[in-house]
């Protein structure tokens, strides 16, 4: 292929099992930052890079890790369909050299399919560091295609790898030969010779053979469609029969035995020396206490505290600084601010924009130390092993073990919790855990909470309103799952069946350049979504101004402050945001809230911290001067506490956040969703406040 | 425990009578007992103090007869030779139930445990090798008996097929994956998953002959971690409860 600045260009592909380090060599080749971590089912989705060799540029397709060419889960179809229709001109098969045997297992598949294979075979060092050596040369001959061996996250033997890949395209294909033989190998040939009458089917006929004898939904489908294929049909099945009654098994059941056979024997005639290993493993070791009996669960428990410690607590300092350098700022433009210039600009920037925008930037310490914490999980494998101990409880409500990891770094942020339940593979389970994650209260509604709760509980109850509020949060998400499963989104079980990779020491590389793109992410996000919807809700608390008379001398300080307060307040009732408080304040009253409330909510609605912001600007103590001890009097003065428990619970369940909505439109790809758990939240927000608010009162 | 042959063939007979009865009718009397061995009443009592002195059955004058969990352990031991026997018989050789019947009963009480154990292996070889010895045989059979054409024999359509998990699961010799405690490994019989879980399965290496090791249990006893092939995996009691295998000795 020829493109126009007269490079040629390569088509690659990257396939092999999950975790066997693809994604390592991908960046390793093309020098790009994908995810990387030491769990099966890190990348889901198909990922471009690219590099040059020579007079050509090579273009790589990172791909989602798969076992077999059998559709299984959504990801892998993905892989499957990039490697069987797009055809890439070479497929870098990754093997994980210390589990050679199953990687292997794919590699004859894809050598099957006719693919121009080169095996790139990783975690050399970790085999030389088993002392177990291995004669590649024989198993590039055997396999009759190239091996380069590679330690992919340190970048060892990349370039020889590129080279090995361009000469692999140069040749154009590889030499291998068919191991299916005997009644197997006969019946193989007999749908081969059927399959020859066709033309324009997308696959080789050695593979489709194996798939139509491996009763393959897909493959079966595409061969049903096509025109006289009951003679092909009539062949398959007597083929199956025949060999069901042959040798006891189906034909899938031996054609894996097949594979696995050849493999084994394949392994063992490559290995040169292999130390017998009877000493346990410290993956082995690791395990024995990590997944302890007694100790498993407090063990994590105690690892998710560590995690959240290290938010609140290291993330503290650097957020007041931040906090103190954005009211400096807000300080300086006041007194800077030109005297004739429009005052409605300052207010814009002041109130709009750093109150908005700095809102949220003053969390990003706190993400960065819970993002550190989540990739250290990742990294080690601690991850998988979470997913294996608390699988028990999320396969009764439903959900399945790879729904926790989620769940948990929702208590961080809902955003990059919706991100992360791409592992979960079957649909609807994954849908459910999206559906249930806003219920997981999230760091925003803590300052929410850090607001309320010292206005009306003393001291001794703080602490016990503050846990009952996160119960509740958890209570009702477990208890929204069972439903959705039974509802919504019913449909089986997804059985769990997921390897565990050995423990390894994360690189300090790796996780700092995560922490970078990150904090990035996070950045990008309130200069755009948060920028944007911060302009508009001070728009909407701003406009339509009203006539006001400002008197030209006012008479004392004391006065025009309050006469400037009463103006406020004014301006404040007929801004648009406080005309649709009006208006929806009879839907609030059950509730026990005013229209002031319901402002601020519409305002929390860009961003949870926001309410904070936007009830002191409802009650005029919009000076960055004031301490937060000042609202909470006012709070204390116009409220009960039965109110404020009522704004927590509905600040808990209801209106989940823009960005959340956007995610969740990007992940389940339909607005239609988004509005369903939008309604279906804050419905449930609006019921459940309403029972406590009316019962409370009868107390 | 008490070994097979330790006692004269007869008592064992008479053990193995108290079992049935007590399993069929759910009490042994005396008169039954002496009624199935076809014997005098006054002949069983004595049999009855010999064995009740082995402390395996518990005697009363009243004329009903229990088992120790001794007496019915070695019990079920005994038939169940018997039955293997008469199953390996019929099916393997393809003896008549009748001589089947007869002959299972005298090598229940004479064979050795050593020949027990080869005829089990022998069994479980023909049944899992892939080389179809079983068909073959009965290929050879029938063309000795009928001069017929060579074409293969519809014998795997065996009338034991169905059940024969149920049995062999009597006589010990399979297991589920999920009711192994950790340490313990066996070889994988078969997969009776439904498709798309066995085909993941199968692509995980779950197949025929491939030893599993049950490495441990989640802390709330589900799922389980198994090593096979080299490497770990995990998968739920549900999914394990599908995989029957031969446990290892
Ligand atoms: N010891 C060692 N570890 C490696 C090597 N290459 C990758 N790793 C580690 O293996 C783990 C998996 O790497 P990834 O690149 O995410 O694997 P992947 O194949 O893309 O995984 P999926 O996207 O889940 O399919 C990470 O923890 C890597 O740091 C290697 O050559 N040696
Ligand atoms: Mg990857």
């Known amino acids: ?699 | 425990m008490m070994k097979i042959g330790a006692l004269s063939e007869s008592l064992e007979d008479y053990l193995e009578i108290i079992y049935q009865l007590i399993q069929e009718t759910k009490e042994a009397r005396i008169k039954d007992i002496a009624d199935r061995k076809n014997v005098s009443m006054s002949s069983v009592i004595p049999a009855l103090r010999r064995l009740s002195k082995e402390n395996l059955v518990n005697y009363k004058t009243r004329g009903i007869v229990t088992l120790t969990s001794q007496g019915q352990n070695l019990a079920a031991r005994l038939l169940g030779r018997h039955e293997f026997v008469k199953y390996f018989l019929m099916s393997l050789l393809d003896v008549p139930e009748e001589i089947a019947e007869r002959d299972a009963c005298l090598f229940e009480h004479y064979m050795s445990p050593e020949t027990f154990r080869k005829m089990v292996m022998f069994f479980e070889f023909v049944d899992t090798c892939g080389m179809n010895i079983r068909s073959h045989f009965e290929d050879y059979i029938a063309n000795l008996d009928k001069q017929g054409d060579g074409e293969i024999c519809p014998a795997p359509e065996c009338p034991f097929k169905n059940d024969s998990f149920r049995r062999r699961q009597r006589w010990g010799m399979v297991k589920t994956l999920s009711s192994l405690s950790p340490g313990e490994s066996g070889r994988v019989a078969r997969v009776q998953a439904d498709t798309a879980i066995r085909q993941r399965l199968i692509d995980m290496g779950v197949l025929p002959n491939v030893v599993i090791t049950v490495e441990r249990m989640a802390p709330l006893g589900d799922p389980i971690e198994i090593k096979l092939r080299g490497y770990h995996l995990s998968l739920r009691k549900e999914e394990a409860d599908a995989i029957i295998l031969y446990p290892s000795t």
């Open chain 1, 1 to 699: 292929m020829q493109n126009n600045s007269g490079l040629e260009t390569v088509r690659v592909a990257m396939a092999g099992n999950p975790n066997s380090g693809k994604s390592s060599i991908f960046n390793a080749l093309t020098g790009s930052r994908q995810h990387i971590g030491n769990y099966p089912g890190v990348t889901v989705e198909k990922k471009e890079g690219m590099f040059r060799e020579g007079e050509r540029s090579v273009h790589v397709v990172d791909l989602p890790g798969i076992y077999s060419l059998t559709s299984y889960s959504q990801e892998e179809v993905i892989a499957r369909q990039h490697i069987v229709e797009s055809k890439p001109a070479v497929v870098v098969n990754v093997i994980d050299a210390s589990n050679l045997e199953r990687n292997l297992y794919l590699t004859l598949q894809l050598l099957e399919m006719g693919l121009n294979v080169v095996i790139a075979l990783n975690m050399m060092d970790e085999v030389e560091k088993r002392g177990i050596e291995l004669d590649v040369d024989m198993l590039s001959r055997r396999l009759g295609c190239y091996v380069a061996e590679v330690v992919g996250h340190k970048n060892i033997g990349i370039d020889n790898l590129k080279k090995t890949i361009l000469k692999a395209f140069d040749r154009g294909g590889t030499e291998t030969e068919v191991i299916y033989r005997a009644e197997l190998g006969r019946e193989v040939e007999k749908i081969v010779k059927e399959l020859k009458q066709f033309k324009d089917i997308p696959y080789p006929e050695q593979f489709a053979a194996i798939k139509l004898l491996e009763n393959d939904t897909e493959v079966v489908a595409r061969l049903k469609r096509q025109e006289d294929s009951e003679a092909l049909f009539n062949q398959i099945s007597s083929s199956i029969h025949r060999l069901e009654n042959l040798y006891g098994y189906p034909p899938e059941v031996l054609i894996g035995d097949r594979r696995y056979g050849y493999v084994s024997g394949l392994v063992k005639e490559i290995t040169i020396r292999a130390p017998a290993i009877d000493r346990i493993t410290l993956t082995e070791r690791i395990d024995t206490l990590v997944t302890h009996r007694y100790l498993g669960i407090p063990l994590f428990l105690l690892t998710m505290y560590l995690i959240f410690w290290m938010t609140f607590t290291l993330g503290h300092p650097p957020m007041r600084w931040i906090e103190k350098g954005l009211s400096l700022l807000t300080q300086k433009i006041d007194s800077f601010w030109p005297s004739g210039a429009s005052l409605m600009l300052k207010s814009l920037i002041n109130d709009g924009i750093i109150g908005g925008v700095g809102g949220v930037i003053i969390f990003l310490p706190n993400i960065l130390f819970l993002f550190l914490g989540i990739s250290f999980l990742e990294d080690t494998g601690y991850m998988a092993r979470i997913a294996f101990i608390m699988d028990k409880i999320m396969h009764k409500i439903g959900l399945h073990g790879r729904s926790f990891i989620p769940l948990l770094i929702g208590f961080g942020c809902t955003v990059p919790a919706i991100l992360a339940t791409r592992t979960i593979r079957s649909e609807k389970t994954r849908f459910t855990t999206i559906f249930i994650l806003p219920l997981m209260s999230c760091g925003a509604r803590l300052t929410i909470y850090l607001m309320v709760i010292p206005a009306f509980f003393p001291r001794s109850w703080q602490a016990p309103v503050l846990w009952s509020i996160y119960l509740i949060g958890i209570l009702l998400a477990l208890l929204l799952a069972k439903l959705l499963r039974k509802s919504l989104f019913r449909g089986e079980a997804e059985p769990f069946v997921m390897e565990l990779p050995p423990y390894r020491m994360p690189s300090m590389k790796a996780i700092v350049l995560h922490m970078w793109d990150k904090s990035w992410q996070y950045i990008k996000k309130a200069g755009t979504i948060i920028l944007a919807v911060s302009i508009l809700i001070w728009i909407l608390l701003t406009f339509p101004r009203v006539e006001t008379k400002l008197q030209v001398n006012p008479p004392s300080g004391q006065q025009a402050q309050l006469s400037e307060e009463s103006i406020r307040q004014k301006q404040l009732m007929e801004s648009y945001a406080g005309r649709i408080g009006r208006i929806i304040e009879p839907a609030l009253k059950p509730m026990g809230f005013d229209w002031k409330i319901g402002t601020s909510f519409i305002g929390a609605f860009a961003a949870k911290e926001l309410f904070v912001a936007q009830m002191s600007i409802v009650y005029s103590i919009g000076d960055s001067e004031t301490s937060p001890e000042t609202l909470r009097e006012v709070l204390r003065k116009n409220y009960s506490p039965l109110t404020g428990f009522c704004i927590m619970i509905f600040a808990l369940i209801g209106t989940p956040c823009v960005a959340t909505l956007a995610v969740t439109k990007k992940e389940m790809g339909s607005w239609k969703w988004v509005a369903i758990q939008w309604a279906g939240l804050t419905g449930m927000a609006w019921v459940v406040t309403t029972a406590i608010y009316q019962l409370g009162r009868l107390l």
